[in-house]
């Protein structure tokens, strides 16, 4: 078969023999200025939540128009949007689309600020959510290049850490903007005019993101790697057919490994949402305390179990362990079950931080080692394709089931509010023993589309 042929050795290649640490501490700097380009992607994101009471006041909009600006403006485009960049990312350079990319939605929350209506703040959002649908594609497969695929699961991992960083970030600036900044008369500035102090935050947030965009002029587009080959040892153009093609080849892989971090989705979602809420409708904290506990737990326990997670996987795999990011999964599955579930049903808050606090560290594991797992066993030339659809998979479902399941038990299985912990442990319970299923399902077909991938492009 024409794509089952080596690829040969370049004397570009040959030259690089023996450089493999000074390579390896580049991509190890390209991978910090991924992570903070998805840092920023999450604090712009992320801002609008701190600034509701503002925006109903001044553009006159209720809380349905609000969760249109928060979920359907950014949401539906990032994801529609994702699908055709993810196959430019697979032919053009990646470097230019994220620096594109980080541009394009920086600009787009700056010009929050000048938006005098919904409409123009809901095209605003439209805006950052395509901006920002640039940025996981280009990124994954670029960490796939740089990094040798024992350490692709670490890495990935360590990029992921940009999505907690990033919440952090909005809520220590964003916060200190608008108790500073939201309830002021306002400025008025060139081209924008007389906006109000609220609008300003979106200006802080999103003009720096403008010199971050800049550090992608920093990263040297790599060589792809585990390319298909024609008989003459040339890299195949994939047709956007045969990218289907081979994702067909993988679908018990592709589908399992989906289906799995749906349900880990739905969790993640549902205690960033309802956990919050829980202590300050249950156990009566205020927001400060809350905060304050939570974001310990989201910085220390959710960063060190996403990195963990990777190395774990990676460990694995190095030792001959081929379904090591499943294996991951499955740990993961299992501390959502066994900690966070009850975490929500204790009397005591501090035994609830506590359970939290190891259950959020499992809860990470796979975050990382999920989208380097489709990256191992995918040819290059699709690479970007399978983690954008990968991507819309995850926003339109376990996104949307997270926030949504604990509600509708509180509403109309409860009818009582202050059952969110109940409903809460309900939802994570269920979608966690999904998780389990769907993840062990999926080792046998993993290892040998692994084994495959390897006889394709070789080891």
Known sequence: ?????????SKQEVEHVGQKKPQLRYAWYVLVVLTVMYMFSFVDRQILSLLVPWIKRDLRV??????????????????LV??????????????NIVGISVFLWSIFTAACAGAKSFSTLFLARIGVGIGEAGLGPAAYSLIADYFPKERVGRAISFYYFGLFLGQSLALLVGGIAVDSLANTAGTTLPILGKIA???ITFLIVGLPGILVALLALTIREPRRKNMLLTAEGKPVKTSFKEAMRQIRLRWQSFVGISAGMIFQCTCNAAVGIWVPNYFLRVHHWTGAQTGKALAF???????SGMYFGGFLSDRWQQRGVLDGPIRVALLSGAGILLFMTPATLVPNPYVSLALLAVGMFLLTFPMGTSVAALQLIFPNQIRGQVAALFLFVLNLTGGSMGPLLPGVLNDHVFHNENMVG???????GVASVLMLVAFSLTMRPYRFHYRMMEEVVGK
């Open 297 to 303: 737990i989201m910085i220390l326990f959710a960063c």
């Open 197 to 199: 102090g609220w609008q």
């Open 62 to 79: 209720n809380d349905t128009l609000i969760g249109l600006l928060a979920g359907f403006a950014f949401a539906l485009f990032y994801t």
């Open 422 to 428: 109940v409903s809460l442990a309900i939802t994570l």
């Open 82 to 95: 994702g699908l055709p960049i993810g196959r430019l990312a697979d032919s053009r350079s990646r470097r």
């Open 1 to 9: 078969m024409a794509d089952t042929i080596q690829p040969e050795i």
